[in-house]
């Protein structure tokens, strides 16, 4: 995952990725038919039970109010990007542009992925809980963008600010701010300010 996350599918070569893990290339070559199959492989093993971990954690929560299940969801998204952030490196690579990889991923993992978070949102607005400013899917990427752009910026962060934003406490900090800026607003209200 790491070599395909680093210099993506193009980049990535079966010599390379033998030499990393110390094995000949003719034994991956034995084992997967070609560097798509070793590809899907690897999102398999990286991605594999994500989706399925949050549906069974929402059906678990169902009897929790839907605004709960919501900030739940933004939490263990989080973390799921913190742990696995050459996953996520790999899916944002290769959704620059149209190709077989993107359409397998999009099958396998972004729309389960997705539909389970839109599902939530589309749930929050019909019980007037959340805005329906926007549809469904729309709130969806707003809610997976404020969750993964601060990981994803992670080298920059630490360039400009000297922060590591894998460290728990800023993973713990930025799920608060998340779920505080999104359900709150990032305004103070002004008749607290004057109090």
Not at 40 to 61: H, P, W
Not at 150 to 164: F, K, Q, T
């Given at each position: ?14 010599t ?39 549906r ?7 009897e ?29 690579r ?102």
């Amino acid at each position: 995952m790491q070599t395909f996350s680093v210099d993506g599918f193009d980049g990535a070569s079966i010599t390379n990725i033998a030499r990393l893990y110390r094995v000949s290339p003719p034994l991956i070559h034995y084992y997967f038919r070609s560097k798509d199959d070793l590809w899907r492989a690897a999102m398999d093993q990286g991605i594999g039970d994500m989706v399925q971990n949050l549906r069974q954690i929402c059906e678990e929560l169902v009897e929790s109010d839907i605004v709960t299940r919501l900030k739940f969801f933004v939490r263990r998204y989080i973390a799921l990007v913190a742990e696995k952030p050459a996953v996520f490196r790999v899916i944002v690579r290769e959704t620059d542009k149209q190709s077989p990889r993107l359409t397998w991923l999009a099958h396998h993992y972004m729309t389960p992925l997705y539909a389970l978070l839109a599902g939530l949102v589309e749930e929050a607005q019909k019980a007037n809980r959340v805005k329906a400013i926007a549809p469904p899917y729309h709130v969806a990427q707003i809610i997976t963008g404020a969750c993964y752009h601060l990981l994803a910026s992670r080298n920059r962060v630490l360039e400009a600010y000297g922060v590591d934003v894998t460290s728990s406490e800023i993973l713990e900090t930025h799920g608060n701010a998340v779920i505080d800026i999104l359900f709150n607003g990032m305004l103070v209200d002004a008749k607290t300010e004057r109090q």
